[in-house]
């Protein structure tokens, strides 16, 4: 008896899928119309078609955000399922990224608990929901670094303006600061957790919402066996600053060594690159060495061993000591401990990370993760800074240009995002146009969406 192969096509078949006997029949494909169409031979011969293949690993869900059609957010969507109802035109593209449609039929408003942890920051804040089986949000917010900076050059514009206005009568009764103020540094922060909550109820029928406060021992830090009378002991106790520095490098330049030869308060790390004026970033140095090192940290300068002296800022460890319970009122939250999380993630063999920590702060356990976004801010102008033609002193420009960076475009059938403007506003430069930054005039491009406040993004991208 001879045995005859058989040959027969298999459509809808993944490429990497294992080859097996079988019998195809098109018409049962009930689906044909909305498949991709990949034909692969196949007999009832040879052993290597029972060998299981190896499937490379997948990437994470990425969930599709609902609204109903009073903008109302519902349970999330598979991507598949969005894609449908999209093409049958019962729904629309509300947002790019997170990818959010909108419904265009009515439907109920049943949906399931969903619970929010928020694991605030000084530079980073992360943040993730949960259902009771699935995680459908998570990622990280990256704060902007330069507020200070821009506040700075705000006093020195503000300063020169009325330093030309001598006839104006002097006020000293408008100082007053209400109860709860912060520093525009700190308010700026405050204002970004309060705002990335916000964004994320928008998405998605938040129900119940967790965050983590740390409380610091700001001197603790500094001095591990501090106790008793020793908190109300500042560094400078029986010292005026200069005195205390003066006696601390035994009155010579920390740098050159020279002595009898005046000497200045000098910044170990300079203010302009993050140094505060707290005692332990100060020294003292001769004038030729101060102007020498410029902008530079101790370390630059070639004296590592005095930037080591200079103790770690406590910046962050103020903020967050200012906000952190006005934060868990204005969101009406809950709140834990940083040891809870660091036991919970610990338990469950999660490595230490911003995402991870606001999963156990939702109280996450085994539910089946989704891919995390990287949120960046973005800040918007109406009125910038720019050179003049002639290229000397700035002029400013009072209405914004029609596209500014971080903007989505559409070009020649893709989507590309703007990395720059030039030419005055009349051309842009999109990212990696065919594996390099492009040129485009402005006309030749079609907005899809403004840049601006919170951009959510993969890292990849």
């Known amino acids: 008896m001879t045995v005859s192969k058989l040959s027969a096509e298999l459509k809808n078949t993944p490429r990497d899928a294992s080859l097996v006997p079988c019998s195809v029949n098109g018409g049962l494909n009930t689906e044909e119309t909305l498949s991709d169409h990949r ?17 490379e690993k997948q990437d994470l869900r990425v969930p599709v955000y609902v609204l109903n059609m009073r903008g109302q957010p519902l349970m999330p969507t598979t991507a598949r399922r969005a894609r449908l109802l999209l093409k049958e035109g019962k729904a629309s593209v509300k947002e790019r990224c997170p990818f959010t449609i909108q419904l265009k039929y009515a439907t109920g408003e049943n949906t399931q608990p969903i619970k929010l942890g928020e694991d605030i920051g000084f530079k980073n804040i992360g943040f993730s929901a949960k259902t ?45 600061r209400p109860e709860g103020w912060f520093a525009p540094s700190i308010q700026h922060r405050y204002d970004s957790h ?34 008793g009378v020793e908190y109300q002991q500042g560094e400078l106790q029986g010292y005026e600053v200069k005195e205390y520095l003066l006696d601390k490098w035994k009155r010579k330049c920390a740098y050159c060594g020279k002595k009898n030869v005046p000497l200045q308060v000098e910044h170990i790390i300079p203010k302009s690159r993050g140094g505060t004026n707290r005692v332990s ?5 001769c004038e030729k060495c101060n102007l020498k090192k410029d902008n530079q940290t101790a370390e630059e300068f070639g004296y590592p061993h005095i930037q080591k002296q200079a103790k770690k800022p406590l910046k962050a460890t103020a903020c967050l000591n200012n906000i952190r319970w006005q934060i ?43 891919r995390p976004y990287q949120v960046i801010q973005v800040r918007r102008n109406n009125r910038s800074i720019q050179t003049n033609r002639k290229g000397f002193k700035p002029s400013i420009r009072r209405q914004r240009y029609q596209l500014q960076p971080h903007d989505l475009v559409k070009f020649e059938g893709r989507t590309y995002s703007v ?8 051309r842009i430069i999109l990212k990696n146009v065919k594996g390099k ?25």
Not at 281 to 285: D, E, F, K, P, R
Not at 331 to 358: C, W
Not at 440 to 458: Q, S
């Open 419 to 426: 990395k720059g403007v030039h030419c005055y506003g009349k």
């Open 328 to 370: 868990v009122e204005q969101l009406d939250a809950e709140h834990t401990y940083g040891y809870v999380t660091k036991y919970e993630r610990n338990k469950l063999g999660l490595e230490k990370s911003h995402i991870n920590d606001a999963f156990v702060i939702a109280g996450g356990t085994n539910q089946e993760r989704c």
């Open 437 to 461: 930054d492009k040129s485009v005039a402005i006309k030749n491009v079609e907005l899809i969406k403004y840049g601006k406040g919170l951009l959510f993004t993969f890292k990849n991208h």
């Open 281 to 285: 970033n100060l020294t003292i140095s």
């Open 39 to 55: 034909i692969v031979l196949t007999d009832n011969l040879g052993e290597e078609n029972l060998l299981p293949v190896k499937r």
């Open 132 to 176: 009771y089986l699935l995680e459908v949000i998570s990622g990280t917010v990256i704060l902007r670094k330069d507020v200070s900076k821009k506040i700075d050059e705000k006093r020195s514009y503000r300063r020169n303006r009325r330093g030309r206005l001598g006839y104006r009568p002097p006020r000293f009764n408008n100082r007053t």
């Open 194 to 227: 309060i705002r990335l909550v916000t964004k994320i109820e928008t998405l998605l029928p938040i129900t119940f919402k967790n965050v983590e406060v740390a409380n610091f021992d700001a001197q603790k830090m500094q001095n591990p066996e501090i106790k």
